[in-house]
Nanobody, 132 residues
Framework: QLQLVESGGGLVQPGGSLRLSCAAS????????IGWFRQAPGKEREGVSC????????NYADSVKGRFTVSRDIAKDTVYLQMNSLEPEDTAVYYC?????????????????????????WGKGTRVTVSS
């Protein structure tokens, strides 16, 4: 069974940092394009970042560029989302997702964020609240 499990969410003050983790089981994370998404209350799920399969090319939404960084530990089948300078607008449930299709990998390589509906495997999410 293919599974993704996110962790690391919580309550943080504006300007603070969090690191989210996304651990894979049942498949090799390095074989998939990875996306981080978030959904705030009353809003649609939006793409935050992606990482391609080969070379680990990363892209970010304009709203998080320069503040968020994606990385991965292939040996641990884990992807991380380092979030710095957090703002109240970053409050949301954060999801990681994986896609096997080459087209999704290509999106990320070409500088696009894949839409949520092309992703194959989803975690259950971890909540991030940025508030003073």
């Amino acid at each position: 069974q293919l599974q993704l499990v996110e962790s690391g969410g919580g309550l943080v003050q504006p300007g603070g940092s969090l690191r989210l983790s996304c651990a894979a089981s049942g498949f090799t994370l390095a074989d998939y394009a990875i996306g981080w998404f978030r959904q705030a209350p009353g809003k649609e799920r939006e793409g935050v970042s992606c990482m391609s399969v080969v070379g680990g090319r990363t892209n970010y939404a304009d709203s998080v560029k320069g503040r968020f960084t994606v990385s991965r530990d292939i040996a641990k089948d884990t992807v991380y989302l380092q979030m710095n300078s957090l703002e109240p607008e970053d409050t949301a449930v954060y999801y990681c997702a994986a896609a096997i299709e080459p087209s999704v990998h290509a999106m990320c390589v070409m500088g696009r964020l894949p839409p949520y509906y092309v992703m194959n495997v989803w975690g259950k999410g971890t909540r991030v609240t940025v508030s003073s």
